[in-house]
């Protein structure tokens, strides 16, 4: 399969017919390259791609549908939790930033996704700005020094703070320690950014965040191209996102349940839910206050599927109620099933399933 396309440019000279005849055929031969390589570079114009990949057992070009929803989220996820701490640095960003994320991200295009592996792909055009304030009086020909923030520069903080994560990974797999994470958010590490890397790296036999900056606009220096993450560095990176997401000055406690009882009373609140706890030792039905609105659909998804959701925040006593307040989503884990306690003793000596995690 060819992976590249001559395209002759001088009309005069005497090649120009035959070597545009040439080149015509082979996009005639290979619709898929055409529609995969070209095509989405001549209508968004100058862009810098990011590609998002995940390994599935599925057939070439395909994955399980839950799959894809998640890596797409996930995806997302990544975007904005970059272009959050392209605004500074922050070990949990909650609501801060989100509305300039948010635009930010309404200049990115989602591309088709490529055959083999499951790769989503996004299309972020260098040249284009970002209104650092929502005001609707923010000129669109605004340029950096009069409230607009470069496409490309917001696109580097992603790729910052995608690059800081996976050197914090490398150092946890030979150190065994987490204080990477701790000394990367001044380099984009955030609650944030370890979650969405989870969310692309579970359930997978490899996966990967790639780049590919526009040469139409010089590119940045200084800066990895691609990065690779295990299904092994879920563990780390849940237990970093705990640590992020910590308030020094308060207790966190971090529980894993069945969600029940969800509401949101007000459009674009963060939503509450209940949570009958699975964790021994802990209150066995609290009321989840969620700081972010994004996590209010992941535990939908939980509550949906049946399956067991991890969150932390600040556990307090409410009358005959437990809170957890601030809450963050964790990850989403397996069926309720694997995690509800035998109902006969354990055996002397067994660990139990539901031990106090190791919050390192």
């Known amino acids: 399969m060819n992976t590249s396309l001559m395209l002759p440019l001088d009309e005069g000279a005497p ?6 005849r040439s080149a015509l055929l082979q996009l005639s031969q290979d619709r898929d390259f055409w529609i995969r390589s070209i095509y989405p570079r001549l209508i968004v114009d100058a862009s810098d791609e990011f590609k998002f990949r995940k390994e599935s057992s599925a057939p070439s070009g395909f994955i ?6 998640r890596l797409v989220e996930s995806a997302r996820r990544t975007l904005i939790a970059g272009a959050k701490s392209y605004m500074g640095p922050g070990r949990h960003f909650v609501n801060k930033h989100g509305r300039f994320a948010h635009r930010y991200l309404d200049q990115v295009l989602m591309g088709q996704s490529a055959p083999g592996s499951y790769i989503i792909t996004a299309y972020a055009p260098p040249n284009a700005g970002v209104p650092l304030s929502g005001s609707a009086d923010t000129p669109a020909f605004a340029v950096p020094e009069l409230g607009l923030a470069s496409v490309r520069d917001v696109s580097q903080a992603v790729v910052r703070a995608v690059q800081a994560t996976a050197e914090a990974l490398e150092h946890y797999r030979a ?3 987490l204080s990477g994470f701790e000394a990367g958010v001044t380099q984009g590490i955030s609650y944030e950014m370890a979650s969405a890397i989870l969310g692309i790296a579970e359930n997978s036999d490899g996966a990967d965040i790639s780049v590919d900056w526009d040469p139409v606009t010089p590119p940045p220096g200084g800066l990895d191209s691609r990065f690779e993450f295990r299904g092994s560095d879920v563990d780390p990176l849940s237990k970093a996102a705990t640590r992020l997401a910590a308030d020094a000055s308060s207790e966190v406690s971090t529980l894993i ?3 029940h009882l969800l509401a949101k009373k007000q459009a674009g609140s963060p939503g509450v839910f209940g949570l009958d706890s699975l964790s021994s030792g802990r209150a066995k039905k609290v009321r989840v206050r969620l700081s972010d609105e994004d996590e209010y659909h992941e535990a939908v998804r939980a509550h949906e599927e049946d399956l067991a959701l991890e969150v932390s925040g600040r556990l307090e006593k409410e009358g005959n109620l437990s809170w957890l307040y601030d809450a963050t989503v ?12 035998p109902s006969r003793a354990p055996i002397e000596g067994q660990i139990s399933l539901f031990a106090e995690r190791d919050n390192e």
Request: neutral net charge; aromatic residues 10%; hydrophobic residues 40%.
């Open 15 to 20: 090649e120009f017919v035959d070597a545009m």
């Open 64 to 69: 399980a549908w839950k799959s894809g929803e």
């Open 175 to 177: 150190s065994g320690s």
């Open 257 to 259: 349940g069945r969600v």
């Open 330 to 341: 964790v990850r989403t884990l397996g069926p309720i099933s694997d995690f509800v306690r």
